[in-house]
Structures are given as structure tokens and as C-alpha cells.
């Protein structure tokens, strides 16, 4: 019989509700390096959301004002500006983005998302 998750042996995982994407790890315990390799791609999120909203990405891209290869391409890349995925973002009708860093000390500091205007501002 396999004892029991306790906190100490989480492990980094991606967990999907309703669209929401966290990762889970032990209190106060930095993820190890090869757990944070683990997590998703951006652009495989970025299309797990647009899916999980019911979207196609011609109909993303009416609401971005860019082509459907667009979406794609944006879907496909790894590297992204944090404005180009706020825009997606804003088209897909997220409220809020927050963003984090956590230091390897356990350290976790907000960093501010500017948004400039919203999808109804447009």
C-alpha cells in the first residue's frame, strides 16, 4: 500500500480547471530546475485556452485583428512578448493576468501588467 501524498513529495505538476493553469509544489519549497523544464510551453497553453473558450483561431484572430496564420504561428512559438500574450489574452475575455517571479530562496515577488486598454476601450 502506497502511503499517502504529504506536502515534502509533491512535485511540480499542471493542473487544468475550467482553463485555470497553477502549478502546485511543496510550502516553501522552490521547485527544483528540472521540475520548472517540466511545465508546459507558453504556446501550448495559449491554445488550451483558446480551445478551452470554444474558440477557432480565425475566430480569435477577428477579435485580435490579425490573420488565422497569425494565431497559429502565435500558437506554435516559444517565445513570446508579454504584450502580444496580454493581447491574446484581453481577446480571449480574461479579467485579470498576474505575473510572478520566485527567487530560489523561496522569495516571490508580483510584477505589475500593464494593460493599456481593454477589448471594449478598442
Given at each position: 500500500?502506497?502511503?499517502p501524498?504529504?506536502?515534502?513529495d509533491?512535485?511540480?505538476r499542471?493542473?487544468s ?9 511543496a510550502?516553501g519549497k522552490?521547485?527544483?530546475p528540472?521540475?520548472r523544464?517540466?511545465?508546459?510551453s507558453t504556446?501550448k497553453?495559449?491554445?488550451t485556452l483558446?480551445r ?5 483561431q ?6 485580435m485583428g ?12 516559444e ?8 493581447d ?6 480574461v479579467a485579470d493576468v498576474d ?6 530562496n ?9 494593460r493599456?486598454?481593454?477589448r471594449?476601450a478598442?
Amino acid at each position: 500500500m502506497t502511503p499517502p501524498n504529504t506536502d515534502d513529495d509533491r512535485r511540480d505538476r499542471f493542473i487544468s480547471r475550467d482553463g485555470e493553469f497553477t502549478v502546485r509544489r511543496a510550502p516553501g519549497k522552490p521547485p527544483l530546475p528540472s521540475q520548472r523544464r517540466k511545465s508546459p510551453s507558453t504556446a501550448k497553453v495559449l491554445g488550451t485556452l483558446r480551445r478551452g473558450r470554444k474558440l477557432t483561431q480565425t475566430e480569435l484572430a477577428d477579435r485580435m485583428g490579425v490573420d488565422q496564420g497569425a494565431i497559429s504561428r502565435l500558437e506554435r512559438r516559444e517565445d513570446h512578448k508579454i504584450s502580444t500574450v496580454l493581447d491574446y489574452l484581453d481577446a480571449l475575455d480574461v479579467a485579470d493576468v498576474d505575473l510572478s517571479v520566485t527567487f530560489n530562496n523561496g522569495e516571490t515577488i508580483a510584477l505589475p501588467l500593464a494593460r493599456a486598454t481593454t477589448r471594449e476601450a478598442k
